[in-house]
């Protein structure tokens, strides 16, 4: 099998047009009957729930966590929310599996804990990479894919888009069974 992988010179949302045509074409090529897209403002969560709109391929657009920037707030506005689900697309706003409670312990403790661990190891292939893993598994535990499905995954670096994965898809609590099969795009550095 011999398959194309575009890097991208720089990360951030000025390669968001080009993560959606490659997970177009990946979707139109290989039948993957799932997408995952992350976006913290619904700015991007908007775009390829729109470019999918009566596609046969469920799409969940995952948001940050209620808190997660500021107390009793959330970043995606009310206006995106309902855009994205009149765009036939499910909406996941819950808890980052390797952030949360983690971060709050390390917080009081000063030390790592394991999801933390996870976490920083998984950056060792960008952040896109990292953000992929923890939305399949929070859309996993959510029951929005099903275990072993595989899934086209799009994140990115601070906004946008920038990194397309296929991950065959775990829930949190295997996560030892989440396999990244193919990275489609992503940042070099």
Do not use: W
Not at 50 to 61: L, N, Q, Y
Not at 106 to 135: D, H, T, W
Request: net charge positive; glycine share 10%.
């Amino acid at each position: 099998m011999e398959r194309q992988i575009l890097y991208f010179e720089t990360a951030g949302r000025i390669n968001t047009a080009a993560c959606l045509q490659i997970a177009k074409r990946a979707i139109e090529q290989y039948g993957y009957r799932y997408m995952i897209v992350a976006s913290t403002t619904g700015e991007t969560g908007i775009v390829f729930s729109e470019a999918f709109k009566g596609v046969d391929t469920s799409v969940v657009v995952v948001t940050h966590s209620y808190g997660f920037k500021e107390t009793n707030s959330i970043e995606i506005s009310a206006q995106a929310m309902e855009r994205i689900r009149q765009n036939g697309a499910a909406l996941y706003t819950g808890t980052m599996v390797t952030h949360s409670l983690d971060t709050a312990l390390s917080a009081k403790n000063g030390g790592m804990y394991p999801s933390m661990i996870v976490a920083q190891a998984l950056r060792r292939f960008g952040e896109g990479p990292k953000v992929c893993c923890e939305m399949v598994m929070m859309a996993a535990d959510a029951g929005l894919v099903p275990e072993g499905s595989e899934v086209v995954v799009v994140a990115g670096t601070g906004r946008g888009a920038d990194t397309v994965l296929v991950i065959r898809a775990a829930v949190s609590k295997r996560f030892l069974d989440l396999k990244v099969l193919e990275i489609l795009a992503k940042p070099r550095g």
